[in-house]
């Protein structure tokens, strides 16, 4: 069974923080990673897509990729209060027709 | 947003009734998708659908799950004999651009409550 691990959370941060969240995955041959955001009550919305190991920076967002780890994960910057939301990991499976998801953590950023 | 509708928002049912959920892409979208999110759960696939391709059912939970799609239109999604545990948000998703790399933009789902 492959699988996406994600820490659950909740992860405070003060505004204006860097807020870290972190992913793993188990199957090596993945070769696309995404980050999600879901708001309370909403559907996920694609906030960062990373394919090469290394950063990939979109504004205050930062993804990073080790494929010999297994490792991606997601750096807000400069949080604010608006970005608290469960942020979804989620890797292409290895016949790239669906998206495998972690379960999300929760980041809470108080102002 | 996705450009994908989605309907009914909220749907609830009794036990052993079917339902039929529905997903509206604008045109030109050949890959769609449909997820389903329990409660405090991550995203399960359901079902993928690419153009006039064999559809990879592989993430269907039962037999009593199906799914259709003619082309790049509407797709539905059937539930019959509802359980309590069908109770989730089924979510649509399509494909962005042709270099996207797999990138999914989901409609707005729909509740489904199985009293």
């Given at each position: 069974q492959k699988e996406v691990e994600q820490n659950s959370g909740p992860l405070s941060v003060p505004e204006g923080a860097i807020a870290s969240l972190n992913c793993t995955y188990s199957d090596r041959v993945s070769q696309s990673f995404f980050w999600y955001r879901q708001y309370s009550g909403k559907s996920p919305e694609l906030i960062m897509s990373i394919y090469s190991n290394g950063d990939k920076e979109d504004g205050r967002f930062t993804a990073q990729l080790n494929k010999a780890s297994q490792y991606v994960s997601l750096l807000i910057r400069d949080s604010q209060p608006s970005d608290s939301a469960t942020y979804l990991c989620a890797v292409n499976n290895q016949a790239g027709t669906a998206l495998i998801f972690g379960k999300g953590t929760t980041l809470s950023v108080s102002s | 947003?996705?450009?994908?509708?989605?309907?009914?928002?909220?749907?609830?049912?009794?036990?052993?009734?079917?339902?039929?959920?529905?997903?509206?892409?604008?045109?030109?979208?050949?890959?769609?998708?449909?997820?389903?999110?329990?409660?405090?759960?991550?995203?399960?696939?359901?079902?993928?659908?690419?153009?006039?391709?064999?559809?990879?059912?592989?993430?269907?939970?039962?037999?009593?799950?199906?799914?259709?799609?003619?082309?790049?239109?509407?797709?539905?999604?059937?539930?019959?004999?509802?359980?309590?545990?069908?109770?989730?948000?089924?979510?649509?998703?399509?494909?962005?651009?042709?270099?996207?790399?797999?990138?999914?933009?989901?409609?707005?789902?729909?509740?489904?409550?199985?009293l």
């Open positions: - | 947003g996705a450009g994908v509708s989605q309907s009914p928002s909220n749907k609830v049912t009794e036990k052993g009734k079917d339902v039929e959920l529905r997903c509206d892409p604008i045109s030109g979208h050949t890959a769609l998708y449909w997820y389903r999110q329990r409660l405090g759960q991550g995203l399960e696939f359901l079902i993928y659908f690419q153009g006039n391709s064999a559809p990879d059912k592989s993430g269907l939970p039962s037999d009593r799950f199906s799914a259709e799609r003619t082309g790049e239109s509407v797709s539905t999604l059937t539930i019959q004999r509802t359980q309590q545990e069908d109770s989730a948000v089924y979510l649509c998703a399509v494909r962005g651009s042709s270099n996207s790399y797999n990138e999914q933009f989901f409609g707005p789902g729909t509740r489904l409550t199985v």
